[in-house]
Nanobody, 115 residues
Framework: QVQLVESGGGLVQAGGSLRLSCVGS????????MGWYRQAPGKQREVVAT???????NYADSVTGRFTISRDNAKNTVYLQMNSMKPEDTGIYYC?????????WGQGTQVTVSS
C-alpha cells in the first residue's frame, strides 16, 4: 500500500518561511514525478510545483521565485521550501506521486500565513 506523509505545515507570519516534507513508502519513488498542490478554503486544488524523476522542476506563476521543490531519492522524500510567504499561500498542502501504477495523494498539511 502506497503512503505519502506530509509534515512541516504550521502558522507563519507574512514574509516568513516554512519547509514541507513528504515521505513516500513507494519503492519506485525515484522514478516518479512528485508534486505539491494546495487547496485554499472555497477554492479548487491547484498545482504549486512539480519535479520529475530527472529533477526537472515546474512552478505555478504565483510561487515562482519564492518556492523551491527538491527531492532526495535516498530518503524517498520530496521537499517544498517556501520563502517570502504571503497570506494567499494559506491552504492545505498535498503531496502527489505520479507513478506508472497510478496517482497517489498524501493526507495534506495545513499552512496558514498571517498578515
Amino acid at each position: 500500500q502506497v503512503q505519502l506523509v506530509e509534515s512541516g505545515g504550521g502558522l507563519v507570519q507574512a514574509g516568513g518561511s516554512l519547509r514541507l516534507s513528504c515521505v513516500g513508502s513507494l519503492s519506485w519513488f525515484s522514478s516518479s514525478t512528485m508534486g505539491w498542490y494546495r487547496q485554499a478554503p472555497g477554492k479548487q486544488r491547484e498545482v504549486v510545483a512539480t519535479i520529475t524523476s530527472g529533477s526537472i522542476t515546474n512552478y505555478a506563476d504565483s510561487v515562482t521565485g519564492r518556492f523551491t521543490i527538491s527531492r532526495d531519492n535516498a530518503k524517498n522524500t520530496v521537499y517544498l521550501q517556501m520563502n517570502s510567504m504571503k497570506p494567499e499561500d494559506t491552504g492545505i498542502y498535498y503531496c502527489k506521486a505520479n507513478t506508472i501504477f497510478g496517482n497517489y495523494w498524501g493526507q495534506g498539511t495545513q499552512v496558514t500565513v498571517s498578515s
